[in-house]
């Protein structure tokens, strides 16, 4: 039987085994990432589900931004953790917004920044898409690089809602 490839309806939906809450081991894929947030081995993580992504992407009003570490200071409330897994997190902020397309919801993914301000390649359109409509809500976009060129909102910090 061949490889049905999931739609990325499915991928957002497919989540049965989340919320996880964990113990943060050096093991673990995000590891590095939540050191440098200042998590110690031990410390509570919470693997959140993507339509719990999803439903803080909902929330990011025309005009301003969210990053993922906004998103997971969120779901670490939520949830009662100290941390939230950075890279599932992030792999769910793309999965929502390509299902967003697919499936015509009403979702501002593009409105979901990087920590550092530059746009993201992996959404819909690629970076110059989310560029077009991030302008067109009043954010200036800066180009950096030349042979590999990346997107970065300017001054993005006075935009980015809190947690």
Request: include cysteine; charge should be positive; charged fraction near 25%.
């Amino acid at each position: 039987m061949p490889y049905k490839k999931k739609t990325w309806q499915e991928k957002l939906l497919g989540n049965k085994n989340f919320p996880k809450t964990l113990e943060l081991e050096a093991r673990f894929p995000c590891y590095r990432a939540l050191k440098a947030m200042g998590a110690e081995p031990g410390d509570s993580v919470v693997l959140a589900p993507a339509l719990e992504v999803e439903a803080v992407m909902r929330q990011v009003p025309e005009g301003r931004l969210i990053t993922l570490t906004k998103i997971c200071e969120q779901l670490a409330d939520k949830h009662h953790t100290q941390y939230c897994c950075t890279l599932t997190t992030a792999i769910f902020i793309t999965i929502v917004a390509n299902a967003a397309e697919e499936m015509h919801r009403d979702v501002p993914y593009w409105r979901t920044i990087k920590n550092d301000g530059q746009l993201n390649a992996k959404f819909p359109g690629g970076a110059e898409t989310q560029k077009t409509r991030l302008e067109n809500e009043g954010h200036a976009v800066i180009t950096r690089g030349r042979k590999h060129i990346k997107y970065y909102v300017q001054d993005f910090e006075k935009s980015v809602i809190n947690a």
